[in-house]
Each structure stands twice: as C-alpha cells, then as structure tokens.
C-alpha cells in the first residue's frame, strides 16, 4: 500500500530532531509531506518561504520527502493530499497533552486521518526550535542542535533583528 504521510509542523527553525523525524518517516512511509504551518500564533522568526528553502536544502537527498505549506486545518490539507497519516514527533510526557488534544480533535474533524506518533531520538529529546533560538539569542553554542546550514540563517536573523 502506498501510504502518504503529512508531517506538519512550525520548524521555526528545523532542528536535528525534526531532520531525525523525517529521516525516519521516509523509511516507513512511500511519501512523506513535510507540511510547513503558516497560520500559527506563535511569534515566528522565520517567513514560511524561509522555513520552506531551509528544509528543500535539508532533505534534497530524499526522493520520497517533499517540502510544502499550508494554512487552515491540518486535516483539510491532509485530504486535500490524499494523506492518511500525520505524523508527530514526540520528545517526553510534556508533549503529550497537546498532542493527545490535537490527534482526537483532529479525528474528530477527519475520522479517515490518523495521527501517528514517533518518539524523537533519545540524543533529541531535549530540543526545541524554541530553545535553539534562545540559547542563541543569548550568544550560546547551538552546533549540536541545528544542522549548519540552519545555524547560519539562525545567526543571520540575530543579527538582522539587533540592528532593527
Ligand atoms: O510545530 P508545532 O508548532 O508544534 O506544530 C503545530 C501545528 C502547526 C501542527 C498545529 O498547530 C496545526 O496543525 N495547526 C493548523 C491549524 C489546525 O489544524 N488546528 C487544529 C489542530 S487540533
């Protein structure tokens, strides 16, 4: 069965941990949508087509991973795909509650979507997109927790908001 996967999600910026989610994905999945949020609350640092080119240049190895966006219920893109699976990265028990809300309010909404959950790698489990851009708002080390090229536009957009 070809099976199409929709991994949504903010990558404000892409962390290791998104890039081992996807990794692992493109291994269980015929194709996997890595789907980039545009309308979310959240104060972003990077424009969606920002978070789109880093991602393309991230996983342009994988025939079977495509980078796209976009807005409104996830469910209605994941139909609109042809995807019955959402897949989500889970890091520990503080994910889980917001999770577990939106997999069965996304049932709810889409009952032929599934949500599927894959543990983040252990050496992950601490990373948020988050915490990268305040430890290196803070002028710290965030060499193991983002990919370099993603730590250049990290740089980049600190020094682009300093001088703002
Ligand atoms: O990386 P994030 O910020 O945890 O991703 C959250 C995201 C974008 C997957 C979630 O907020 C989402 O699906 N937003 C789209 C709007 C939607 O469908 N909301 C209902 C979810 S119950």
Redesign the pocket.
Known sequence: MRTIAVY????DPPTVGHLDIIDRSSRVYSRVIVAV?R??R?NVWFTPAERMAMLRKLTRTYTNVEIDSFR????DYARDKGAHVVMRGLRAISDFEYEF??AH??KKLASEVDTVFMMTGERYSYISSNIVKEIASFGGKIDDLVPPLVKKEVLKKIEKRRKA
């Open positions: 949504p999600g903010s990558f949020a309308n979310i959240k409104g219920l996830l469910v809300q939106m309010m996304n």
